[in-house]
């Protein structure tokens, strides 16, 4: 409690609509963002996590909403708002300025009729932090160098088409950074781009969060992304956080048996196994709440308990909290069902 | 198909509209006393009320029962060119999709012919030449129309060859008429479905408007358009002779517009024409 | 520019077809046109003497031929009925049928795009529902009905507008209404459609995530994307267009192009309706080179491959 947070996501519910019910996509979710942090979400693909960082921004499709919880934004550590109560306008103000978003598809998420640099001028023009359209576009030019973009000048008035995927991402990037935001967020920035084009983004992502002081939200599937930036990791599964934990401890000691099975599908040179390791089954279909623990029908401990009643977050010392029945304990023999 | 039409409530509603006023238009003679044609000049251009419902027009003839027939004559048209033009349009734009470059180019080039300059003034040309009457203003809406389609159904076709089962049965030895009947047309249905509700509005309005202008359905037959074009001298008197007749013809028109673009959501809900 | 040379040369072709079509259609005729223009009692003599003056009595292909010919050097023909050159004919009366259309034009694609947008920013909501139904009702109402209507209102009930054209912009108000009414509702649909389809896309996401509103998003940068088809089909609509003005044009008594060909099919004036279609189709072409390379000019993704 006496970390320096940045934003507290507390509780978050995000529902979708679909006909006439509301489907729960996003189930009390808790992540603290601390200033200077680089935390990471990781989940499979519908698990909810860019439903989480879309709700910090407050660009859900219409078809979702949040429906409880907050999130907490601490301007300076004695003064806070939370996003979900701020007015339309009062929120359009903090992204942006405060709150930049990088996305997964460099290709669709440019507008392809605008020229790239006035694309990230308009940042400047939204918030009307410079007027004047001379210096305007210096900054940009100047930014777009700083992101690593060769001949920042000429590419100003590159069309999104011409430009290669891991560059479009970098215009993103320049996009999200030109007002030195205080969190950027992440959504599977490095998903569409090839491998060694990720490592320079993801660099260019560190390297930018150090060196201004940014704390970033890390989306993403791929447990290689958050071993190479993040400090902190959330493990996310149908909705809700089943662990988190500092970095190393995780990738060391990965409690949760849907963490072990997202570790051990990571091929890995050297091992060389017949298969590669998978996690059985697919994501269940949210539809009624069920009081179960959410993995377990996909998972290798067969415990009664784990049918019965929903496991709780605990604490497993260093900063490490999972919510399942047996990672702590070990499956207690005598509940095993057993009974084939 | 039928179900989900009900299921959709602007559909329905439509629908249901198209079938009363049809229905009105068929029983017509069993419905009213009066005799659309026979002019009865003691009793000309008489106000609405209790003997004859909406008026008489210029030559003492019962508008209602002139609405009535000219409804008729009006869906008639409609319908019948509005189906020739789909099948042509299908013929050729399966001929166009699937007998080679050669076919392709010379149909492609002919629908554009026909597309490049307004319906309008072709009906001028036919009526020119062969005079006016429902033939005349049938042809003209086939040839209005029959190219647009031609040009959609080439390219949904031309996407259903793409089908890798029907690559499967071509490379098999499948004779391309046997294609064309077995996956082509059956694929096609949905769009020529959509297509032909979308086209009678179309043919609707044209109808009308040749009749409008005097180079459609001749007196002494009886159209919508036609009845307006002989009721104008007396907008200002009596606008309702005026107003009757277009407003059958507005609500057919809504109601088919409604029921196509319900049917391509149930039906073909990716495609736009 | 290989393209741009197909693009030429498919327009010629289709010139070339329309001629053709028209041609082979106006000869079906049962009868010899000049035994049309003359009065019945006319003697065979005579008869013979302007059949040969009119070049009828030659088989047909040299007749088209021969129509080509003078067509590509401007001479479209003689009038029968009004013994005018037809090309000065048209060339007098294009003016008024192109200002008719403009006119409609702006009217419709300012008030069509304007519905379109405020549907789709509000879609499913009152205003789209309203708006919505008013592109419906302006895409099912005869352009006749329109502007009758329009003429009871303006004219006789408010006294504001006048009746029928008498030169004056004035009156040209109520044609260039009547006349756009009818496409206003189908750029409004088209409109809609196309900024729906933009309303998932990621850059719209983007726009909001730099701080954009909803609204302002869709308005800066859905609006650039959705706009290249709605420019295709105001060329499409050019058609669609010069039909409604035949309409029009003889409603409100403009001597325009319409009102030329309506007289033609009347006074049985072949080469004048034969000249006016051709010109028509020639205006269309025109009017689709235009959409073609105002979208090329737009879209920078097709002005990097050309």
């Known amino acids: 409690m006496n970390k320096d947070l940045l934003l507290e996501i507390k509780d978050l519910t995000v529902s979708v609509k679909r006909k006439k019910e509301a489907v729960p996509v996003v189930r009390g979710v808790d992540i603290d963002i601390p200033r200077g942090g680089i935390v990471g979400l990781v989940g499979e693909s519908g698990c909810g996590k860019s439903m989480t960082a879309k709700s910090v921004n407050r660009i859900l499709p219409p078809f979702a909403e949040t429906t409880g919880g907050s999130i907490l934004w601490h301007d300076s550590p004695g003064e806070t708002t939370d996003l979900l109560k701020l007015k339309e306008k009062e929120i359009r103000k903090k992204c942006g300025t405060e709150i930049a978003m990088v996305f997964q598809e460099p290709m669709t998420s440019l507008n392809p009729m605008m020229r790239v640099g006035d694309q990230i001028r308009e940042v400047l023009k939204i918030h009307k932090i410079e007027k004047d359209p001379a210096v305007s576009k210096e900054r940009v030019v100047k930014m777009l160098g700083a992101v690593g973009i060769p001949q920042p000048e000429l590419r100003y008035n590159s069309w999104p088409h011409e430009l290669s995927g891991g560059m479009r991402q970098r215009v993103m990037i320049a996009m999200a950074m030109i007002c030195s935001p205080k969190l950027l967020i992440a959504d599977e920035a490095t998903t569409a781009v090839d491998v060694t084009i990720e490592a320079q983004i993801l660099d260019l992502i560190r390297d930018m969060c150090h060196a201004s002081h940014m704390s970033a939200l890390v989306i993403t599937h791929n447990m290689g992304v958050v071993s190479a930036i993040c400090d902190h990791v959330y493990v996310m599964y149908l909705g809700s956080i089943v662990e988190k934990a500092p970095v190393r401890e995780l990738f060391t000691n990965p409690l949760h048996p849907y963490t072990r099975g997202l570790l051990s599908s990571i091929p890995r040179i050297g091992n060389n196994p017949e298969y590669l390791e998978t996690i059985p089954g697919n994501i269940p279909v949210v539809r009624k709440p069920f009081s179960g623990c959410d993995f377990c029908m996909r998972c290798s401990d067969d415990v009664r308990k784990c049918f019965m009643e929903s496991p709780e977050m605990r604490e497993a010392g260093n900063d490490h909290y999972v919510r399942c029945h047996t990672a702590l304990t070990g499956p207690d023999p005598g509940e095993s069902k057993g009974t084939e | ?273 | ?306």
């Open chain 2, 1 to 273: 198909m039928i179900k989900a039409v009900i299921k959709n409530k602007a559909a329905a509603i439509s629908a249901g509209i198209i079938l009363i006023i049809a229905l009105l238009a068929v029983f017509a003679p069993f419905l009213l006393p009066w005799d659309a044609v026979r002019q009865d000049l003691a009793s000309r251009l008489s106000p609405p009320g209790a003997g004859h419902l909406l008026g008489t027009d210029a030559l003492g003839r019962d508008v209602l029962t002139r609405l009535l027939y000219g409804t008729r004559v009006s869906l008639a048209v409609a319908l019948i060119p509005t189906g020739l033009a789909v099948l042509a349009g299908t013929i050729l734009g399966i001929a166009a999709a699937c007998y080679g470059k050669a076919a392709d180019m010379i149909i492609t080039w002919f629908t554009d012919v026909t597309l490049a300059f307004p319906g309008l003034l072709f009906a001028m040309v036919i009526m020119y030449s062969i005079g006016g009457s429902m033939l005349s203003v049938v042809l003209s809406i086939v040839v209005m129309e029959f190219g647009s389609i031609a040009r959609i159904v080439r390219s949904v076709a031309l996407s259903i060859l793409e089908n890798d089962y029907i690559l499967a049965a071509r490379t098999m030895g499948v004779k391309s008429s046997s294609v064309i009947l077995r996956h082509v047309v059956p694929n096609l249905a949905p769009t020529l479905i959509v297509l032909f509700t979308l086209n009678i509005p179309a043919s609707i309005l044209s109808e009308s408007a040749l009749s409008f202008l005097g180079i459609g359905i001749q007196p002494p037959d009886i159209s919508l358009g036609l009845m307006v074009s002989e009721s104008r001298t007396f907008l200002f008197q009596m606008p309702w002779l005026s107003l009757a007749p277009s407003l059958v013809i507005m609500t057919l028109v809504m109601a088919f517009n409604f029921l196509g673009d319900a049917l391509r959501d149930i039906l073909d809900p990716k495609t736009r024409y």
């Open chain 3, 1 to 306: 520019m290989s393209a741009v040379i197909r693009r030429g040369l498919g327009v010629i072709l289709v010139l070339l077809g329309v001629m053709l079509l028209i041609f082979v259609v106006l000869r079906i005729i049962p009868g010899d046109p000049a035994s049309v223009l003359l009065n019945e009692h006319a003697s065979e003599d005579s008869i013979r003497r302007l059949t040969e003056s009119m070049g009828l009595d030659k088989p047909l292909p040299v007749q088209f031929l021969d129509y080509l010919k003078n067509a590509l050097r401007g001479d479209l023909g003689q009038s029968y009925y009004m013994r005018k050159p037809v090309l000065s004919l048209i060339l007098t009366a294009f003016p008024y049928t192109l200002k008719l259309t403009a006119l409609s034009a702006s009217f419709a694609w300012i008030f069509g795009i304007l519905a379109g947008v405020v549907s789709a920013v509000y879609h499913d909501r009152l205003p789209d529902h309203l708006f919505r139904g008013i592109s419906l009702l302006g895409i099912s109402v005869p352009v006749f009905m329109v502007a009758l209507f329009l003429q009871y209102l303006m004219y006789f009930r408010l006294s504001l507008l006048p009746l029928m054209y008498d030169g004056s912009f004035v009156s040209m108000i109520l044609p260039a209404a009547a006349l756009g009414w009818n496409s206003a509702g189908s750029v409004a649909r088209l409109t809609r459609s196309g900024l729906m389809e933009q309303l998932d896309s990621p850059y719209l996401d983007t726009a909001r995530a730099k701080g954009l509103s909803t609204k302002k998003a869709i308005l800066f940068h859905g609006l650039r994307n959705a706009i290249l088809p709605v420019i295709t089909l105001m060329a499409l609509q050019l058609s669609g267009m010069l039909s409604g003005a035949v309409i029009t044009e003889s409603v409100f008594g403009i001597s325009g192009l319409g009102k030329l060909a309506l007289t033609a099919v009347q006074t049985r004036d072949m080469p004048l309706l034969q000249g006016t279609v051709l010109f028509t189709a020639l205006v269309i072409s025109v009017g689709n080179i235009i959409a073609d390379v105002t979208n090329t000019l737009l879209d920078p993704r097709l002005r990097t491959k050309s």
